[in-house]
């Protein structure tokens, strides 16, 4: 407990120096986020903010590798580092010149592989012994591929409002570190896990809003956290609990995955290409009902950690009880998307329907 505690303290105050450090920068060279597309703020807010803890995160997780003392798991683990180096040079280099999305996708597709060749996949659908379900054999590699570019861009299109993306990953990354501090035998990943949190958390002292955010972390630290995010599951040191079916580790990664499989429901729909901004996100539709962004941050907070508490309920059950558990974080996650898109187009309409009133 005193390692972890040690890396966490050290991830905090490190990510808030690195984050400072970037936003007296960010002013004095007056590198501020763009307005427009998805984008709801005004006035000139810096947008670096996820370079600093990205870094502060690189170079603590590489600390924790070659602290192991177990030179093929630090060799198996560099190209991860690569990998999120990767993630983050391509993504400042999108805040400054923004890149094309198949450029982007080529990058990240580059980086997926970077942590699947040393053998990070996912291994299995179930816990329980039934074939396939147990054993993906070579469908992990695109599996996984899918996963990790998905979160990156799931991550990006979240990120709208101060203080979600965030703080939504905050929390997954600690009850990820919950899971492998739990039932799996792998200290490294948990490590992971808690120095991850411990950056976000020093970023967000920058990004709450309260009463608004001083910085972002831009395209650079939202790809970067997304993708940071895919990896924590697949951080096993063995075959082991940490080693997480699929559906267990997207129950837990609900909201983004839900937001951009929306996302890209409304594009295909409508005709426009899926990189094409809208407003249309979970937090646009709260906000468009009337909730101010504190709030928006309040109630996906709760989502998140109600569907963390599942998830790690139905890891800890048995069989059968285990899919009922795991189940029910679906069914809450779609009640919720659900309910959101019938209330917003509620309000829409009733929008649409005062704006054609006479005027007296």
């Not at 590489?62 to 993504?91: D, M």
């Not at 899918?146 to 861009?153: D, E, K, Y």
């Not at 499989?261 to 979970?282: F, N, Q, T, V, Y």
């Amino acid at each position: 407990m005193t390692g972890v505690a040690i890396i966490f303290s050290a991830s905090v105050f490190f990510s808030l120096v690195a984050v400072g450090l970037i936003l007296r920068l960010s002013h004095k060279k007056s590198w501020y986020d763009h307005v427009g597309g998805r984008k709801i703020h005004n006035g000139y807010i810096p947008r670096l903010g996820g370079v600093g803890f990205a870094v502060v995160f690189i170079v603590i997780a590489a600390v924790i590798s070659f602290s192991t003392r177990k030179v093929e798991y630090t060799l198996r683990f560099l190209p991860c580092l690569l990998a999120l180096s990767i993630t983050l040079v391509y993504g400042v280099w999108d805040d400054f010149r923004p890149l094309l999305s198949w450029h982007k996708l080529l990058l990240q597709f580059i980086a997926s592989l970077c942590v699947i060749i040393p053998g990070y996949t996912f291994r299995r659908i179930l816990y329980i012994d039934a074939g396939l379900l147990s054993n993906l054999g070579w469908l992990g590699y695109p599996i996984t591929c899918l996963w990790l570019v998905g979160l990156a861009n799931a991550t990006n299109f979240i990120d709208g409002i101060d203080g979600l993306a965030g703080g939504l990953s905050a929390i997954i990354a600690f009850f990820f570190s919950y899971i492998f501090f739990s039932w799996a035998e792998t200290p490294s990943a948990e490590m992971f896990c808690i120095s991850l949190g411990g950056v976000i958390l020093g970023f967000l002292v920058f990004n709450l809003p309260l009463p608004r955010a001083k910085i972002f972390m831009g395209d650079s630290g939202s790809q970067f956290l997304g993708f940071a995010l895919g990896m924590l599951p697949l951080l096993e040191e063995h075959d082991s609990l940490a080693a997480l079916p699929v559906p267990y580790a997207a129950a837990l990664l609900a909201i983004p995955l839900f937001d951009i499989i929306a996302a890209i429901w409304r594009r295909l729909r409508d005709g426009r290409r899926l990189d094409s901004p809208d407003m249309g996100h979970i937090h646009h539709k709260l906000i468009n009902i009337g909730f101010s962004t504190g709030k928006v941050d309040v109630i996906l907070y709760t989502l998140q950690i109600i569907l963390g508490v599942l998830v790690c309920v139905s890891i800890k059950l048995p069989g059968i009880y285990s899919l009922v558990v795991l189940g029910f974080a679906y069914l809450t996650a779609t009640v919720f998307f659900a309910g959101v898109h019938f209330w917003n187009r509620k309000v829409n309409l009733r929008k649409k329907a005062e704006s054609f009133l006479p005027i007296e």
